[in-house]
């Protein structure tokens, strides 16, 4: 019994060694995210912006916020604390939509293949609402969306009609974000509620 107990906790500690070795450094806008405890409850699944359509219209009445990303662009992993935080305060009037456009299209490389580090960085972020891993490439849901950059950020209001999109093109001179959450999206979200 003692052998057996001992030897799970190796194991443990081996895949946990090990997990650690394969994970790539946080680079320097990731050490900025703020440290959250890990949580369970995080679901990811696999569909395109269908999906987030049928989605909108599951929820009238309600205020649909849809947060575009993908795990290679640092500014999308900086201000998605953001969504969180207003999951968190405001979840029975919003809901959050993380869509993850990650899938680029190479051959080898389907969209399941970025699974294990979307899962990884939502479950760091405690993102337990709906999460979406596009299966479209990304570069077709782009030019389908005509947008030409992330992070992008969709309000669709009350009445399911998208009531404003935040992405690059909101950039103003003398900002370095077109928008944060925190200045922009949060108080726009409030002001539909």
Not at 15 to 28: K, M, Q, R, V, Y
Not at 171 to 182: D, I, K, P, V
């Given at each position: 019994m003692r052998l057996q107990a001992l030897s799970a906790i190796v194991c443990l500690v081996g895949?946990?060694?090990?997990?650690?070795?394969?994970?790539?450094?946080?680079?320097?806008d990731q050490k900025s995210l703020p440290a959250q405890t890990p949580s369970t409850a995080i679901t990811l699944t696999a569909g395109t912006w269908k999906d987030v359509e049928a989605l909108i219209a599951k929820h009238p009445g309600k205020v649909v916020v849809v947060d575009v990303w993908s795990t290679s662009c640092a500014p999308c992993m900086q201000e998605f604390p953001g969504l969180v935080q207003l999951h968190t305060n405001h979840s029975r009037q919003v809901v959050c939509v993380?869509?993850?456009?990650?899938?680029?299209?190479?051959?080898?490389?389907?969209?399941?293949?970025?699974?294990?580090?979307?899962?990884t960085f939502l479950k760091k972020q405690n993102a337990d609402f709906?999460?979406?891993?596009?299966?479209?490439?990304?570069?077709?849901?782009?030019a389908d969306q005509e947008l030409s950059s992330i992070p992008a950020v969709y309000v669709f209001g009350k009445d399911g009609k998208l009531a404003k999109r935040f992405d690059d093109s909101?950039?103003?001179?003398?900002?370095?974000?077109?928008?944060?959450?925190?200045?922009d999206i949060t108080p726009f979200v409030k002001s539909l509620l």
């Open positions: 895949l946990s060694i090990t997990t650690a070795a394969w994970s790539d450094p946080p680079t320097a993380s869509f993850n456009v990650d899938y680029v299209g190479i051959k080898n490389k389907p969209a399941d293949y970025y699974r294990p580090r979307v899962e709906v999460n979406i891993l596009c299966t479209d490439v990304s570069d077709k849901f782009f909101l950039l103003q001179e003398g900002r370095e974000e077109a928008f944060t959450y925190q200045a």
